[in-house]
Nanobody, 123 residues
């Protein structure tokens, strides 16, 4: 059973930055594509960013491209999301997620999810 644990959320002013981390309890993290999703109150969960197991390919939601950066450290079994120029619209619960299949991560159906962490951006 894969377990994921997010850290780094909190409250930040608009225009500020925040970094999220996700620790994975897996034998070999390179086998897993990874992603960050978010869900704002009253809205559906959406893909924020995703990264392949080797880190060679990434994808971003249009709303965050150029402001957010997803990365990973396979040796440490960590996934990161660096969020810059944050906007109030970025306020949401952020979830890390992993799956062995890249397409499942991209399509919103990864097998393993973290519990989520709150990010609040004040205006």
């Amino acid at each position: 059973q894969v377990q994921l644990a997010e850290s780094g959320g909190g409250l930040v002013h608009a225009g500020g930055s925040l970094g999220l981390s996700c620790a994975a309890s897996v034998l070999d993290f390179t086998f897993y594509a990874a992603a960050w999703y978010r869900q704002a109150p009253g809205k559906e969960r959406e893909l924020v960013a995703a990264i392949t197991g080797d880190g060679a390919e990434t994808t971003y939601a249009d709303s965050v491209r150029g402001r957010f950066t997803i990365s990973r450290d396979n040796a440490k079994k960590l996934e990161y999301l660096q969020m810059n120029r944050l906007e109030p619209e970025d306020t949401a619960v952020y979830y890390c997620a992993v799956d062995r299949m890249w397409r499942d991560v991209q399509r919103g159906s990864p097998q393993y999810w973290g519990q989520g962490i709150q990010v609040t951006v004040s205006s």
